[in-house]
């Protein structure tokens, strides 16, 4: 049995199905991780829906902003923004089974055996790896709860920049969504800055890549995470950016997690 990670698909359909092609993907056996954002933008968000819901039982992925945004769309919490290929979702003969299916995904994946863990964008500087998991978990209950219509309504906005304990209410969870699926850059002092979308030497002198923070604590595990194409496929110590910006002209890549972690594949030249 093998396993791959996946960036960012984004309704990338043909260029999904020649990188599982590519792997020699085997649905009997093998397993996938996505990371997130596997809708909007892109030509083909319906059918990258049901494909992987299709593959749903060898599949692991995590929610990331378009997605979240789709979700809000469909319980009323937002509107359909003119660059958004979410329509044909929406109005599908499937769409109660695919969208129930979507808000049922975690914002964040650890797995203890190969102590890898994935999240769509990044984790907060101020969090170790429980504190971002139990972090996690505490804003999945709001996305699937009673009134989540209310969550829905009020997850848009930037702030709280920074985290503390005593936070409460919609802004702990705001701040929690943001760093799971928004985060980029942040201050040297640690503050979130969620405008800045170039790559890394193109921000604002006083910001830092979220994960180059010097006070962040180490999370001892290997972090996978897609959203950033400016960034591209990447690797530093235990991190793995793993969007390389398909949507955008560029391609989609697969890392393998087992059993080689350190294997990658892009398009065939």
């Excluded at 397993?31 to 990258?48: A, C, E, F, Y």
């Excluded at 699926?181 to 942040?186: D, P, S």
């Excluded at 996978?224 to 890549?253: A, M, N, P, R, Y």
Aim: proline share 6%; with cysteine; charged share 25%.
């Amino acid at each position: 049995m093998s396993s791959y990670a996946i960036g960012d698909l984004q309704g990338c359909y043909q260029e999904f199905k020649l990188l599982l092609e590519r792997i020699k993907f085997n649905p009997d056996c093998d397993q996938l991780w996505l990371t997130g954002d596997l809708v909007n933008r892109g030509p083909n968000s319906l059918d990258v829906l049901r494909a992987i819901y299709a593959l749903r039982d060898n599949v692991f992925t995590v929610l990331g902003n378009h997605d979240l945004h789709l979700l809000a769309v469909a319980l009323g919490g937002a509107e359909l923004k003119p660059k958004d290929t979410l329509q044909n979702i929406l109005k599908c003969k499937e769409a109660d089974c695919l969208l129930s299916w979507l808000m049922n995904q975690p914002l964040m994946h650890y797995d203890k055996t190969l102590n890898v863990a994935m999240v769509h964008a990044g984790v907060s500087p101020r969090w170790d790896l429980p504190l971002s998991l139990s972090s996690a978990r505490e804003a999945e209950q709001q996305i699937r709860g009673r009134n989540n219509s209310d969550f829905f309504s009020q997850m848009y906005g930037n702030h709280p920049l920074d985290w503390h304990p005593d936070l409460k209410g919609m802004e702990r969870i705001r701040y929690i969504v943001n760093c799971l699926t928004r985060i980029r850059y942040c201050t040297k002092q640690g503050e979130l800055e969620l405008t800045e979308k170039g790559a890394p030497g193109s921000q604002k002198r006083d910001l830092l890549p979220w994960f180059d923070v010097p006070t962040r604590p180490q999370l001892k595990c290997r972090l996978l995470f897609g959203h950033w194409s400016t960034l591209g496929f990447f690797k530093k110590d235990e991190l793995v950016c793993l969007d390389s910006g398909c949507l955008w002209g560029g391609f989609l890549t697969a890392l393998e997690l087992k059993p080689d972690p350190n294997a990658y594949f892009q398009p065939a030249a």
